[in-house]
T-cell receptor
């Protein structure tokens, strides 16, 4: 089925370890996003890519890096994981760079940093 | 004042009733409004978008937008237990030369059989 695919679904890291969250969409969308969702904080934008070849910081970029590998793929890297990065991470894509259209979300990655 | 505000709930309604979910926003120039549904442990799913004042209906769902009063609401008719979820309001606001999508924290809805 068409949509946004995220991997892995679950991950436990030790403090200081690194990992990359993968995201791919097959809807030919230009824009892609990484969010984290925490209880009481809602969805917070980490990084986004308005189009292939561009990336920009969102509200909470510290501790993360991203790569827009091609139009389909947008990865999120944690270089040195911290307990504060324990969260649920969602990748999303949108067909328009002006965000006037809704987002399609991946199924999420539940990350625990111990 | 938060940019997008929702009552956190929980909102509890009996099966078959109308559930009314409300969202207010601060940016008077906002043009685009969205409702997402999020089941526990799942990702948000777009259920309605609305851009013009008035009502927009899609099946059992009706979105209502009032730009003068800066609120957008979602009505769910004939509520079903399967409608039990958190409903997120999202609004595009103008931030300088850019537009930003701002999320509310969501309203939890429980539909009781």
């Amino acid at each position: 089925n068409a949509g946004v695919t995220q991997t892995p679904k679950f991950q436990v890291l030790k403090t200081g370890q690194s990992m990359t969250l993968q995201c791919a969409q097959d809807m030919n969308h230009n824009s892609m996003y990484w969010y984290r969702q925490d209880p009481g904080m809602g969805l917070r934008l980490i990084y986004y890519s308005a189009s292939e070849g561009t990336t920009d910081k969102g509200e909470v970029p510290n501790g993360y890096n991203v790569s827009r590998l091609n139009k389909r793929e947008f990865s999120l890297r944690l270089e040195s994981a911290a307990p504060s990065q324990t969260s649920v991470y969602f990748c999303a894509s949108s067909g328009r760079t002006d965000t006037n259209y809704g987002y399609t979300f991946g199924s999420g990655t539940r990350l625990t940093v111990v | 004042q938060k940019e997008v505000e929702q009552n956190s709930g929980p909102l509890s309604v009996p099966e078959g009733a109308i559930a009314s979910l409300n969202c207010t926003y601060s940016d008077r120039g906002s043009q685009s409004f969205f409702w997402y549904r999020q089941y526990s442990g799942k990702s948000p799913e777009l259920i309605m978008s609305i851009y013009s004042n008035g009502d927009k209906e899609d099946g059992r769902f009706t979105a209502q937008l009032n730009k003068a009063s800066q609120y957008v609401s979602l009505l769910i008719r004939d509520s079903q237990p399967s409608d039990s979820a958190t409903y997120l309001c999202a609004v595009i606001i103008n931030a300088g030369n850019n537009r930003k999508l701002i999320w509310g924290l969501g309203t939890s809805l429980a539909v009781n059989p």
